[in-house]
């Protein structure tokens, strides 16, 4: 099954650096046509599949891909997979994928975080709007099945679950993420939001994960939705996978959901978070097409960096009330304006 990858960095594309005349192929023809608009131009676009050789603009499928896959690509009628298999509700199986602790001593909750706050106010500047903990559902049965929707997904991606940034070796070492090396500086993540964040992830670890689904649409692919109501300012997720350097993943073209983690003065400094081997449900919450009024309006989602403890981190935070049932959206060019949105549904 092609999953829908997502890449949002500030590597070039190497077409960009291209005379217009080759570069820009819009209106050229070739002898393949796609099979969804009976078109042949933009030939550099057309994906043939390893089974049938029939050609598809990368636009045109439903996911869309950015561009050309790495390795053999099978077109939605020879793909054998085109749905995804459930991932099994069964408590045991949940708790090993997701490693989840069992700490009955723990007290914190998003309602005891809030009485601090209600006891700390009068000290706090008015004007200054706090970051709030999501708010797990009650029923256990229904986050076991918002677990399961999530495991789903990580598993025809073939990922592993981490909630957490993480540095292996021969990539970027965790002494290379240093926030003050921003490119204009780093807003720090005020001490109270930090604690609020620590909540999140403690939750998480316990198994009392965000309200949300992860939905297969075989027009988007891999989506999220919330699946109770979610105040504006919530924290939904941090953005987590593996620390690279910028510089190693400048020819990695095939769209692997690489996020900025770091935009340095030097080159050199920059950092990316690669969520294709490890990452969390922010691989799969889709980006709005910021080239029209309608796609502007799904926002709901901010993604925003902070220095936390001197440290780069991306979190996704909701920018306004969400309701139930609906999808989640952000900016994929918050930051860089390079990411080809305009194709986007």
């Known amino acids: 099954m092609v999953v829908s990858l997502r890449r949002r960095t500030q590597a070039t594309n190497p077409r960009f650096d291209l005379p217009p005349s080759i570069a820009d192929d819009s209106d050229s023809d070739c002898d393949t046509v796609c099979e969804e608009c009976s078109s042949g131009k933009q030939p550099s676009k057309l994906l043939l599949c390893d089974k049938c050789d029939k050609g598809f603009h990368l636009f045109c499928l439903r996911p869309i891909l950015v561009s050309v896959p790495k390795g053999s690509w099978f077109c939605p009628s020879c793909s054998k997979h085109q749905i995804p298999k459930s991932f099994p509700l069964v408590q045991t199986k949940l708790i090993d994928f997701f490693k989840i602790k069992r700490s009955p ?3 914190s909750s998003p309602d005891s975080i809030g009485k601090k706050r209600k006891r700390t106010s009068l000290v706090m500047s008015k004007k200054k709007r706090k970051l709030l903990p999501y708010v797990p559902s009650v029923d256990p049965q229904r986050r076991f099945e918002q677990m399961a929707s999530l495991a789903t997904a990580l598993r025809a991606s073939d990922t592993e679950f981490r909630n957490e940034l993480t540095y ?4 970027a070492s965790r002494s290379a993420n240093k926030a003050v090396l921003e490119k204009g500086g780093m807003q720090v993540l005020s001490k109270q939001d930090a604690e609020t964040l620590a909540l999140c992830k403690n939750m998480m670890d316990r ?7 992860v939905v297969f649409d075989p027009y988007e692919g ?3 939705e919330a699946d109770r109501c979610i105040k504006d300012l919530t924290i939904i997720t941090e953005y987590v996978g593996d620390v690279d350097y910028l510089s190693n993943r400048e020819d ?6 690489m996020m900025t983690l770091l935009h340095a003065s030097d080159p050199s400094q920059c950092l990316v978070i690669c969520p294709d081997k490890r990452s969390n449900i922010a691989r799969f919450i889709s980006g709005i097409n910021n080239h029209t009024p309608e796609g502007r309006k799904k926002q709901n989602l901010k993604c925003v960096r902070f220095n ?3 440290e780069a981190r991306v979190l996704l935070v909701a920018n306004r009330d969400i309701s139930k049932g ?3 959206y952000y900016d994929y060019n918050g930051y860089e304006h390079s990411y080809p949105t305009e194709h986007f549904v």
Request: hydrophobic share 25%.
């Open 252 to 257: 990695d073209y095939d769209g692997d959901s």
């Open 207 to 213: 198994g009392e994960c965000p309200p949300l689904m």
């Open 308 to 310: 936390i403890n001197g």
């Open 105 to 107: 001593d723990s007290t």
């Open 168 to 171: 292996v070796s021969g990539k």
């Open 326 to 328: 609906e999808r989640l």
């Open 222 to 224: 891999f989506t999220v």
